[in-house]
């Protein structure tokens, strides 16, 4: 699962994206990977690692929050056809 949000304020210059996702390493470690920047950049990544799956998604599911209540918005996924 991977969420992808963005933020764009035009009156103060924002242009920002940020994507969050779960992720499981070879050795079955669960962890939540990050990329975040500004629109036509790179950005950064981090990774980081939980024990279980559930801690890995209660992790992912702040996030959103925390980045929902900054003013991103989910960017929604678009559909072919």
Known sequence: MQIDMRRIDSSL????F???GLTKDLFGQHGV????GRFGTWG????D???TQIEAE???SDL???KLARGYLIKLPRSEG
């Open 13 to 16: 210059n924002m242009n920002r």
């Open 18 to 20: 940020y994507s969050v």
């Open 33 to 36: 990977h990050r990329q975040w």
């Open 44 to 47: 950064r990544h981090r990774n």
């Open 49 to 51: 690692w939980y024990k």
């Open 58 to 60: 209660c992790a992912l």
């Open 64 to 66: 959103v929050k925390q």
